[in-house]
């Protein structure tokens, strides 16, 4: 004897001959695939069920072999032949539904090997090829269509599972031979766009063939779809547990249904078990509607209430109610709230602890899911144990006015005129979106390699783009100058500063975009050891040559005169001394204000800072190693703007140091976390002497969660990058005309047309930092934009034609300026974004990142201590997250929730109205980290 489930995995197997399937739809098993085929195997070795099988095929075999002659054929329906033999191990040249079924050697199910077994309106084989030839053409409409949360990258389609859930589990390939085929990674399903089709339909792709090709055809435009009976489906197999002893319906927004949960009362106790109409499985559709849908959309208010039991009682006699699949037990994250949004919302719990905690924890997913107001009923205490709706309704209750005037708890009112929540006070620091990079204004050779490096780091483009025009800006150094004005000059020297928080991969892209560094410093060590050793064996016979004369200077019985004579030998002899060369490393990535000053003196003044971790090298400039009250930005400033830096110290035994830099070249390009570079921001030493005003930095968005490898992904294209390393050695290698036997600097001018755009873009930036303009604030910042603009113009003009090196002139034309200007309008945009995002109360900032958090995360109430532990990093130590939840109180953003008996923690509620604040709405803003001893400083 057969129980229920074995019947049905029976007539699911003859309906569709896979048997991994049938098992799935009969048992409700939607777990590993392996072990859904081990007992799909089992089950079909049963001698019982193989008969019963048998007999179920030989019907529908005599039924419709007439009707379509290829179910009849045992070359193409397995079913037909030896009713023992286990079809999971036939023969796949028979079968193709062979490999489908086992889980080591999947392959997708494709319509282009299989015939199809019903015949179509749309016609023969060349119709339902041409067919799938123009929905394969139209693909990514058709998947937009389809599945709205999907993604397109790289030639492929990525979206969560069928049921158009975002996420990156199911891929769909977009080009090439496999055009249409899927695969879903986490439950084994895979097919063509077809079967695709079929399964986000709910349809099965064998039986209902002809419908799926007929709906295709309708959304192509090819004829208008056809009228046909409603579809029979099947009264779900009866269950082991007997007869269902209730039947609630769940319906889609449109009315549709998706879902029927039945109702079993066994001598074991009463069981639900849902089953979903489209996949026709016993399973919860996901995600889990609630009950009575389109009752609930049409109305703003709703009564929640512990079970479809319930919800229907009240339905009965006129009042809205709804209820959670599975009740007490339904799980929140997986049952769409959404549709309570706005309204008002009562909550009627079960008279038991169970029905207060169903009721608590509806009520937390109602706030989460932004409902005007959401109240929790209580029960009345002359009712017994476990009373609720349903009896109210059987007793004859006046449930109305029961509604109106029973007891309960107001958890939680949005609307504006709610007394219990005052509107929330805006602030007023709220922070713009950056702008694009403007990757198009750089030359090609560096637009190409920037876009390579950022799609194989997976970093934000402006990353490699800013260190490789530092890097070509170091390459250039002092060997060309350019004019902005008569009298005004300047060296290609540019401090940038890429702001991006911890796991950001700072450091990829510096490796890669510095690696010509790297290959010429290689390639001029041998020539450096040879001069290095000519210089000291030279010193050394001089050495010895002084020693001589010295030895004869001091011979007694020698005139003055003599002496003398020997005294000039000596010196001359002295001035054939040479200075032991610098080392061909240009760049450092971490060093003192005294260690900088020695390295640019040595060459000449040209270096540069390039580091993927910039945060000692703030730490310096903001003194930290200069000793009480100091900051140690006076290098950075005067090798930036080129101004003569001196060091006049007493020294050591050597003697005292006099040391002098001439028109200095300092190149920065560094990496910094937020907090840093926020602290730096803030340091009034910093702002009053111009150091920050020369800074350009760029605050790079967070890549972190979409940072997915593709199979078979190309790795970094050493083709695209060679024509950049090429570039940039070729600067470093280039050397500058002679003028009189010395090294003459290459002058690039601004033609005409461009010395009238830099002109007009000056005043311009010069009007808005007027009294009452935009840039009043941050005229400092903004007066040297144009300056630094120009750099990077010098910087764009010898990348797209570094052959100019070799002349002693140079013409800057419009068409470069123009690309120069949007890079300096960009910079100073952004200089600006992050100079008042930093002037920016800390305060403010962080409740900023508070209130977004928690409704972003739903986590309306929370503790000083959830803070500590939930909020995305930085974290708020205590003492920090006491002042921002009382400023957030002032602001009535939050208020304290009454502590409970045996409540230890003080748990604070976010006023829910910040939903649809100006600053808590919008996403700039969030991630401005503050440093903890911002707190309360205001």
């Not at 410093?521 to 040879?530: N, S």
């Not at 060459?603 to 730490?619: A, K, M, N, T, W």
Request: hydrophobic letters at 40%; one cysteine or more; a neutral charge.
């Amino acid at each position: 004897m057969l129980t229920a489930k074995q019947e049905a995995f029976c007539y699911a197997y003859a309906l569709n001959g896979n048997a991994s399937e049938a098992y799935r739809q009969a048992y409700g098993a939607n777990g590993n695939p392996r072990t859904v085929w081990s007992e799909a195997s089992r089950l079909l070795k049963n001698t019982q069920i193989a008969e019963q099988i048998a007999m179920l095929s030989a019907r529908s075999i005599e039924s419709n072999s007439q009707a379509n002659p290829l179910v009849g054929n045992p070359q193409v329906n397995p079913l037909v032949g030896n009713p023992q033999a286990d079809p999971l191990v036939g023969d796949p040249q028979v079968n193709p539904l062979v490999k489908m079924a086992s889980p080591d050697n999947i392959v997708c199910l494709d319509f282009n090997k299989i015939s199809p077994r019903i015949s179509s309106p749309m016609g023969n084989r060349q119709d339902i090829d041409r067919i799938k030839s123009r929905l394969l053409e139209r693909i990514e409409s058709a998947l937009s269509h389809l599945l709205p949360a999907g993604k397109t990258r790289y030639g492929k389609f990525y979206v969560g599972d069928v049921d158009g859930n975002p996420g990156d589990s199911m891929v769909l390939e977009l080009t090439g031979p496999k055009a249409g085929m899927w695969f879903d990674h986490a439950t084994g399903q895979g097919g063509d766009i077809i079967d695709l089709w079929a399964t986000i339909r709910g349809w099965d792709s064998r039986r209902d063939f002809s419908r799926i090709l007929d709906d295709i055809a309708s959304w192509l435009g090819e004829f208008p779809p056809t009228t046909r009976p409603k579809f029979d489906r099947k009264t779900p197999p009866v269950d082991e547990l007997g007869p269902y002893t209730g039947k609630w319906d769940y319906h889609d927004q449109a009315g549709n249904l998706v879902a029927c949960v039945y109702r079993y009362d066994p001598p074991t106790g009463k069981e639900f078990r849902p089953w979903d109409v489209r996949v026709r499985c016993w399973q919860a559709p996901s995600p889990r509607p609630l009950y009575n849908l389109p009752q609930v959309i049409a109305n703003n208010r709703v009564v929640m209430v512990e079970g479809e039991k319930c919800a229907q009682a009240l339905q009965n006699i006129g009042i809205v109610a709804s209820t959670a699949m599975h009740g007490a037990n339904a799980p929140v994250d997986k049952t769409d709230w959404s549709p309570l949004s706005g309204k008002e919302v009562l909550i009627w719990p079960d008279k038991d602890a169970v029905g207060w905690n169903f009721a608590e924890t509806t009520a937390h997913a109602c706030l989460a899911a932004g409902c005007y107001s959401v109240t929790i009923l209580i029960p009345p205490g002359d009712k017994p144990e476990k009373w609720d709706a349903a009896d109210a309704v059987a007793e004859g209750m006046n449930v109305q006015a029961f509604l109106a005037t029973s007891e309960r708890q107001i958890l939680h009112a949005a609307g504006p005129n709610d007394p219990t929540w005052p509107e929330p006070t805006p602030i007023a620091h709220v922070q713009e979106e950056p702008r694009p990079y403007p990757l198009d204004a750089l030359p090609d050779v560096l637009r190409d390699a920037a876009r390579e490096v950022a799609r194989f780091v997976k970093v934000p483009v402006a990353s490699p783009a800013v260190i490789g025009l530092s890097v070509a800006a170091l390459a250039i150094g002092k060997k060309a100058r350019i004019q902005e004005r008569p009298g005004l000059y300047h060296h290609p020297a540019l401090f940038h500063a890429l702001i991006a928080a911890s796991g950001e991969r700072k450091s990829p892209p510096f490796k890669i975009m510095t690696h010509p560094l790297e290959l010429w410093i290689e390639g001029a060590l041998d020539a450096y050891q040879q001069r290095v050793a000519e210089a000291a064996t030279n010193n050394q016979v001089l050495d010895t040559v002084l020693n001589a004369l010295k030895k004869q200077a001091t011979k007694p019985n020698m005139t003055d005169e003599e002496q003398q004579t020997y005294i000039k030998q000596m010196a001359k002899e002295e001035c054939k001394r040479v200075t032991t060369p610098p080392h061909p490393r240009m760049f450092t990535s971490d060093a003192t204000e005294e260690r900088l000053f020695q390295r640019m003196h040595t060459r000449g003044g040209e270096y540069s800072v390039l580091s993927g971790e910039g945060r000692p090298v703030f730490d310096a400039i903001m003194g930290k190693y200069s000793g009480k009250e100091r900051t140690g930005d006076a290098i950075y400033l005067a090798g930036i703007s080129g101004d003569t830096i001196t060091r006049d110290r007493v020294g050591n035994e050597n003697g005292p140091e006099d040391r002098m830099i001439v028109n200095p070249c300092l190149n920065v390009c560094i990496m910094v976390q937020p907090d840093k570079y926020l602290e730096a921001a803030r340091h009034p030493s910093l702002r009053a002497s111009g150091a920050l005003a020369r800074i350009w930095p760029v605050w790079l968005p967070s890549l972190v969660g979409t940072r997915l490898e593709e199979v078979n992904e190309f790795g970094l294209n050493e083709f695209i990058l060679q024509p950049y390393e090429e570039i940039i050695l070729g600067l470093l290698n280039a050397k500058a005309p002679e003028k009189n036997g010395k090294p003459e600097c290459h002058l690039v001018k601004l033609s005409s047309e461009a010395k009238e755009s830099r002109r007009q873009w000056h005043n311009t930036v010069e009007m808005q930092m007027a009294e009452g303009r935009d840039l009043e604030d941050v005229r400092d910042i903004a007066s040297k934009a144009v300056s630094a603009t120009v750099k990077a113009a010098l910087v764009l003009h010898l990348l797209e034609r570094p052959q100019l090196l070799k002349e002693e002139e140079s013409e800057l034309g419009l068409a470069t300026w123009e690309r120069a200007k949007m890079l300096g309008e960009y910079h100073l945009e952004e200089a600006v974004r992050v100079q008042r995002m930093a002037e920016g109360d800390a305060l403010e900032a962080a409740a900023l990142r508070v209130a977004r958090w928690a409704l972003k995360s739903g986590n309306m109430e929370f503790s000083i201590r959830t803070l500590g532990r939930s909020l995305p990093r930085p974290r708020l130590a205590p003492k920090d997250a006491e002042a921002v939840l009382e400023f957030m109180i002032d602001l009535n953003w939050v208020r304290r929730i009454p502590v409970e008996r045996g409540q230890r923690a003080v748990m604070f509620q976010l006023n829910p109205m910040c939903a649809s604040c100006a600053n808590c709405a919008s996403a700039p803003g969030v991630g401005v980290e503050s440093e903890k001893s911002s707190f309360g400083k205001k």
